[in-house]
């Protein structure tokens, strides 16, 4: 467990670098566009000058790579081209809109993704089945910038029952930040009615994250139950006149979900990615609508930041999942 | 022996006889197949999808609505007789925008898929085949750029080479390969070890001989159902794109930037978006269904009850 620990500790640099190469050569394609467009149409060619001098963006580009980590490694992201605020605070605050999605997104998942593939593997080939079936690749199927859009109008413009777009109504006093987790901050503070808002604004946007986790963990779970349902130990149990029930509970779930759990993290990766076109739509606050703005307006020094820190999230959160998997199950640890 | 192998019927029956057992799986394959329902929905949204994608620009009401026509007196019909799904703020016909770019989906979803399958299976040949170095660097740099969850990185990049179709085309297309290039490598990891690898090795076969002759075949099929699933995937990507902006440009018709239009006239046109993207769900849907159903089929462990 040690040795493993310390092999996956040591990829983490390499990775990391990697990481950092992919989205500097990205961001660093068309250097002479974003300033320009920062700048203005009516920018003269000087002011122009002294931006890319201000930004390095004159020097040769492996200088200019190892500026930035060297920025990085005392925790210095730069600052937006647009709108001169330094990265790192600004990504720290947008990622705990986007974590708060995520999260309440994959509760989601789980409680509709479960069910379904308990259902779909204890009716197996029948109509239970199917509908989990047709569930589960509906949900992937679906364009969710679509569906988010249909939402919108159905519950906010239509039916008038949900607010659709930012993260908490602009007429009340905005929580105190204690997490940046506007759930956990209004339950921190003891204000109730706040949470009611914070809960009324997260709902649509939870719910179109959440078809994708619903998606995986339907077919992952489905998929181990229908495996466990083939071992041994399941004809030995029936042979024995337990009860259907019990046996579900106590034996097959048991079993089945552990892969499920240890999927929990990648999900959680795969959520994060769906946040990108759900924040855009919802103008929730998150990272992904930081990452798309700053996209649409070529501000590298943003793009390079959100990406980066994306990945960094994600192989840190992948690290977690791999030792959790280990330790829970022992036949991982010793083999 | 001369006379009969010239005979075209008796040669089919010699091909038939030496491949009698791939013909059987291939039929209890079919049957398979066609016992599942969904999956032969998905194979009928996809071949009709197909037939749009090919024919549509003939048939269309108003083709002059994709190249740039306006019609200003015209704008935000609700769906009626003449216009199906209404029009949107410059008097053009949704119906046809919404067919015409079914087949500019296609041929970027091929594209894209073209080259990530190109990338992927030639790194993953390589990577699986040869070890030692050179698959410790093709497999760091193909997780490194799985790390990347959903469209972060081709949206980067896109923005990065500027707008329109080729930008996306180009974006997505080296950002997909990785997925190829593990599925190939780990597939290298187990067919190598194979009888006949060792056979085709020892009467004499050359390195890429044996990758692209004799094991790359065998991952075919693994691949086949990959991309028939990546399908949608890739569509639904690039419509992603066009709806943030960067992807394909108006008046070229996508999905993707007529949802996106049609939020700025929302709820009164309603049509605008709706159409777009229901008609994109049901071809996205038809891949999947399609791509799930291949994927049962190739399951050793699926068994015909």
């Known amino acids: 467990m040690l040795r493993y620990l310390l092999n996956r500790l040591l990829w983490i640099p390499v990775v990391l670098i990697l990481l950092s190469l992919v989205t500097f050569v990205i961001s660093r394609l068309v250097p002479g566009d974003p300033v320009k467009l920062a700048a203005g149409p009516q920018a003269r060619p000087e002011q122009i000058e002294k931006m890319i001098e201000e930004f390095g963006l004159d020097r040769p580009l492996p200088e200019q790579y190892l500026r930035y980590m060297g920025g990085l490694l005392q925790g210095d992201w730069g600052y937006s081209i647009g709108n001169r605020r330094a990265v790192l605070p600004d990504l720290l605050t947008y990622f705990a809109a986007t974590l708060e999605l995520t999260v309440v997104a994959t509760v989601f998942g789980l409680l509709v993704g479960i069910p379904l593939a308990v259902v779909a593997a204890r009716w197996r080939d029948r109509w239970p089945d199917h509908l989990s079936r047709f569930v589960s690749i509906g949900a992937v199927s679906v364009p969710v910038f679509w569906i988010a859009i249909v939402l919108q109008l159905v519950f906010g413009q239509l039916l008038q029952w949900l607010p659709v777009s930012g993260r908490f109504d602009p007429r009340q006093s905005y929580p105190q930040s204690i997490t940046g987790i506007l759930l956990l901050d209004t339950l921190l503070a003891g204000n109730l009615s706040g949470f009611w808002t914070a809960s009324r604004y997260l709902l649509l946007p939870a719910l179109c994250q959440s078809l994708l986790v619903i998606a995986l963990i339907t077919r992952q779970l489905r998929g181990d139950l229908l495996d466990m349902l083939r071992k041994d130990f399941v004809m030995v149990a029936r042979a024995n006149g337990i009860q259907e029930r019990i046996l579900w509970s106590r034996y097959l779930m048991k079993n089945a979900m552990i892969a499920t759990v240890s999927m929990l993290g990648f999900l959680i990766g795969f959520a994060l990615g769906g946040s990108v076109l759900i924040e855009f739509v919802f103008d929730w606050p998150g990272i992904g609508q930081y990452a798309t703005k700053a996209a649409l307006l070529l501000d590298f020094q943003v793009i390079m930041g959100s990406t980066l820190f994306i990945g960094v999230v994600v192989v840190v959160v992948n690290l977690f999942t791999d030792l959790a998997y280990r330790l829970v199950d022992p036949r991982i640890r010793f083999s | ?305």
């Open chain 2, 1 to 305: 022996m001369a006379s009969s192998v010239s005979n075209p019927s008796s040669r089919l029956a010699r091909w038939r006889e030496d491949h009698a057992s791939q013909l059987s799986d291939l039929r209890r394959g079919l049957f398979r197949f066609a016992r599942n329902r969904l999956s032969l929905l998905g194979l009928w949204i996809v071949v009709a999808m197909l037939a749009v994608a090919v024919t549509g620009s003939t048939w269309v009401p108003f083709p002059g609505d994709t190249l740039g026509d306006v019609h200003m007196d015209n704008r935000l019909q609700p769906p009626n007789a003449t216009h199906w799904f209404g029009t949107d703020d410059a008097g053009r016909d949704v119906f046809t925008r919404v067919i015409v770019a079914t087949r500019t989906s296609f041929q970027v979803g091929l594209i894209i898929l073209g080259v990530a399958i190109s990338i992927g299976v030639t790194l993953g040949a390589v990577a699986g085949y040869v070890g030692g170095t050179p698959n410790q660097i093709i497999m760091r740099l193909t997780d490194v750029m799985l790390t990347f969850p959903g469209i972060f990185l081709p949206m980067a990049l896109a923005a990065a080479l500027g707008r329109g179709m080729v930008p996306a085309m180009l974006a997505l297309s080296v950002t997909w390969w990785p997925g190829y290039c593990r599925l190939v490598e780990a597939q290298m990891l187990k067919v190598r070890e194979e009888d006949f690898v060792a056979g085709a090795r020892a009467i004499g076969a050359s390195r890429w001989r044996v990758i692209f002759r004799h094991i790359l075949p065998n991952t075919l099929t693994a691949i086949v159902v990959k991309a028939s699933m990546d399908f949608g995937f890739a569509v639904l990507a690039l419509a992603s794109l066009g709806f943030i902006g960067i992807g394909i440009q108006p008046p070229e018709p996508d999905w993707g930037s007529m949802i996106a239009l049609g939020r700025r006239f929302m709820p009164g046109a309603w049509w605008i978006s709706t159409f777009p993207g229901l008609f994109m769900f049901v071809m996205v849907l038809g891949f999947n269904l399609l791509g799930d159903g291949l994927r049962d089929l190739l399951d050793p462990n699926a068994t015909v009850k």
